[in-house]
């Protein structure tokens, strides 16, 4: 079943949250993960994998690189979501 973007932006931030330490209010659909979260590129495929065992997607490493802002990656899980529907 598909989850609304709402969903998906809970728990990518929840995701974000355990692997780096911020606090899941901060991670919001206008922020960069490297500009404004300063994810690094380790925490940043810990948290890819996580979001593709949570969402049951697959996210190709090349997919990866531009997936720069929250909402890059909520848009990619949904779409991934609907496509697989």
Do not use: C, W
């Amino acid at each position: 079943m598909a989850h609304t973007q709402d969903e998906i932006l809970a728990g990518l931030a929840e995701l974000v949250a355990e692997e780096t330490g911020i606090p899941a209010g901060d991670v919001q659909l206008d922020k960069s993960f490297t500009d404004d979260l300063d994810i690094d590129s380790l925490s940043m495929m810990t948290i890819v994998v996580n979001a593709q065992d949570k969402f049951d997607v697959e996210i190709p490493d090349e997919a990866v690189g531009g997936l720069k802002t929250v909402k890059d990656a909520v848009d990619y899980i949904s779409n991934a979501e609907s496509a697989k529907a």
